[in-house]
T-cell receptor, first 115, second 114 residues
Framework: DQQVKQNSPSLSVQEGRISILNCDYTNSMFDYFLWYKKYPAEGPTFLISISSIKDKNEDGRFTVFLNKSAKHLSLHIVPSQPGDSAVYFCAARLISSGSARQLTFGSGTQLTVLP | DAGITQSPRHKVTETGTPVTLRCHQTENHRYMYWYRQDPGHGLRLIHYSYGVKDTDKGEVSDGYSVSRSKTEDFLLTLESATSSQTSVYFC?????????????FGEGSWLTVV
């Protein structure tokens, strides 16, 4: 049973418009959420994160929103650029998972930004 | 780029043969991880290490073993490869157990079991 779900495997957006990627989770013990970006033939790279005590975090064109009551987070990219085309993974971290905190990843959303 | 090198980058092997993937880091980070990426599943943790000779199982550890005899090297071994282990394997490192944004990933190792 997946605890972190990205229900949209793909998303296409026109350049300059807003991209909204969604992520749902089921475990209320997650205390930190992250988005990773992955280009083909490369490893994932960290993009932006948010603590469970906040509802919004912004970094340039990227904003992550967290709705704890709905167990939902979203990543907004404004304006979208062709270079943003990649797979985006949502990840969540448990409050306590032993000596090394582990991340639980969603299945990813392929974003394609059309020129 | 984080100093992570995975080898081999691509490998085709036969069912039943042993396979070892190597992760080498130059960052002196304490924590090292092996993930696999499969369509529809995202990244799933296989094993992780929190120090030399200190390892633990992740979500999908069956059929895999690991070893860490030096800080810089973390080996993933498939004792007897099966077709279900065809996947892309990512090594990751971090310097803080508590901070997800300091996890850095290698470029991946593509393994095909025929």
């Amino acid at each position: 049973d997946q605890q972190v779900k990205q229900n949209s495997p793909s998303l296409s957006v026109q350049e300059g418009r807003i991209s909204i990627l969604n992520c749902d989770y089921t475990n209320s013990m997650f205390d930190y959420f992250l988005w990773y970006k992955k280009y083909p033939a490369e490893g994932p790279t960290f993009l932006i994160s948010i603590s469970s005590i906040k509802d919004k975090n912004e970094d340039g064109r990227f904003t992550v929103f967290l709705n704890k009551s709905a167990k939902h987070l979203s990543l907004h990219i404004v304006p979208s650029q062709p270079g943003d085309s990649a797979v985006y993974f949502c990840a969540a971290r448990l409050i306590s998972s032993g000596s090394a905190r582990q991340l639980t990843f969603g299945s990813g959303t392929q974003l394609t930004v059309l020129p | 780029d984080a100093g992570i090198t995975q080898s081999p980058r691509h490998k085709v092997t036969e069912t039943g043969t042993p396979v070892t993937l190597r992760c080498h880091q130059t960052e002196n980070h304490r924590y090292m991880y092996w993930y696999r990426q499969d369509p529809g599943h995202g990244l799933r943790l296989i094993h992780y290490s929190y120090g030399v000779k200190d390892t633990d199982k992740g979500e999908v550890s069956d059929g895999y073993s690991v070893s860490r005899s030096k800080t810089e090297d973390f080996l993933l071994t498939l004792e007897s490869a099966t077709s279900s282990q065809t996947s892309v394997y990512f090594c990751a490192i971090s310097d803080k157990a508590a901070s997800g944004n300091t996890i850095y990933f290698g470029e991946g190792s593509w393994l095909t079991v025929v």
